[in-house]
């Protein structure tokens, strides 16, 4: 088995399975061939791709734009989620974390509109600002060094296999879009996600309050990997409830189990169906304590958490 | 100049504007390099990647599934767009080619409902059937030798520098998507344009009547490049007045001019204002005359033309 490039893996039954899937899809004649047409590989990003505890790294950019706006309009402070934000009110926010659809509309609507009327330019502008300055409040890390490494080598591996990756988020196509060249090594093209329409000003682009299509949870993630790639996913990789639709949809289901506290954090919530699912389905499942011989792609630095606590 | 892989392209201002924008985008440290990242080059296909006359391909499949709704349900003949259809009605279909937005409305939602439920093997498995009969009323040919030799080797030539190649159509995603990879070499990944959201039923995913974002028409194409890609177009080619917003948010414009009756066919109808803004911008127009050795990728063959009339 050429397993070279997964080299953060432990000998297991997630890599075994990887590595045989994987290895069959591209092997012509035999029952596990997978045409190259079809080689459609789709990552969830929080918390599958990447550290999500103790909040995903684009929460307080967007919690600091609404707070933002309503120190320029106090009026807003008496409405939600602008509310909520501002009291810092718990139940409020479990039900977001939960990605209650309520709670997620409230928010949505309230991040059309304040992001209404910005060029894709100064959107840009403003989260790559925000990343450079933001550090993880545990692990000191920069959001660069959050990354599962075991994940791209997993990237390196499919590509090697003539798989074309994608990310399908909830959480904001184009805050991704920032990144994504850098951090995964995937053109912006092939980051999916909720995002807004836009409208022409003058001949330039600019965000309209309304979403573009629907929002990629649940039922959204699979719909929107059809929209953008014309194919449901062959291989999809993910670590929680808004995630079970577009397991369910492919062929080999991978699931991310958040269960080493020393290394990265250990939890079950918005997990428990997914889990189920997966003991169900026969879905592969990734414990992180157990298959992965290296978590982050950066060491974690104490110096550097000291200084931003 | 390297310039072996336009051979159906005569030498002339065109043929050289294309190899002069190409190969200095790919040259590093010139005024005229485009990163890697940003080469993105995005084509129109009705009328730009191939005939569009007397009627786009896809015209008569739509015409035939409304047509097909009316013999199933009579009481729809006396609604539009079904009246229309009924009664060969010319202003509506002049309307219609000439893409006014009411025409297009009353089309894009009779389509809708026509296909709505439809699972995607269901739809692309009658678009197959279609295509596989249909035979052009001058040339005799399939779809498949519709297609504009010297724009393949367009394809060809871009790729061999770097750029990622999109086709962005009003004219629907899903039916372009069912050949895009043997007529073009393009993943379906890289095929944009108005396409309808979908629901899942019963974990099927099925078209809805709406559709999933705009019409890509008009500024609409530049939204969905953007949309996709997370980039305005670099590189664009259209032939008629919708596509003009696209080429205008693009670095090199290329338009396609249809004079040539013998080899193809002469016209200007929905050209007008490309063809003014193309000469107020300095766009590089492509004459099918005289640009083009050769036109169509098969020989128009009369066998098959008196045969199919």
Chains 1, 2 share one sequence.
């Not at 009026?75 to 602008?82: K, V």
């Not at 403003?126 to 080598?153: K, N, Q």
Request: charged share 25%.
């Amino acid at each position: 088995m050429d397993t070279g490039p997964l080299e953060s893996w432990n000998d297991g039954a997630a890599k075994r399975a990887i590595v045989e899937f994987v290895t069959s899809a591209a092997r012509e004649g035999t029952p596990g061939f997978v045409p190259p047409a079809d080689r459609i590989a789709v990552f969830d990003n929080d918390g599958t791709l990447w550290v999500e505890k103790p909040a995903p790294v684009q929460t307080a950019f967007v919690l600091g734009k609404l707070a933002a706006r309503v120190r320029a309009d106090p009026s807003l402070a008496g409405r939600e989620p602008y509310r909520a934000v501002v009291d810092g009110d718990e139940a409020f926010f479990r039900a977001l974390e939960a990605q209650d659809p309520g709670a997620v509309t409230l928010m949505v609507r309230a991040l059309g509109y304040a992001w209404e009327g910005t060029t894709p330019e100064e959107y840009e502008a403003e989260a790559a600002r925000y990343l450079a300055s933001w550090r993880h409040e545990r692990f000191g890390l920069p959001y660069t060094g959050l990354v599962y490494r075991p994940m791209l080598e997993l990237f390196d591996y499919l590509r090697a296999h003539g798989w074309r990756l994608f990310v399908c988020s909830g959480g904001g196509r184009d805050f991704m879009r920032v990144f994504c060249e850098e951090l995964w090594g995937l053109p912006r093209e092939n980051v999916i996600g909720s995002a807004p329409e836009f409208a022409y000003r003058d001949g330039v682009p600019v965000r309209r309050a309304e979403l573009h299509g629907p929002l990629a949870l649940g039922p959204g993630k699979p719909e929107y990997v059809l929209a953008r790639t014309g194919r449901l996913p062959c291989f999809a990789a993910g670590n929680d409830d808004v995630d079970v639709e577009m397991l369910q949809s492919a062929r080999f289901a991978l699931l991310v189990v958040h269960d080493d506290d020393v290394r990265e954090y250990a939890y079950t919530d918005n997990a428990e169906r997914a889990r189920a699912t997966a003991e169900r389905s026969g879905w592969t499942t990734v414990s992180v304590k157990n298959d992965w011989n290296t978590v982050l792609t950066e060491r974690p630095d104490q110096e550097v958490t000291r200084c931003h606590r």
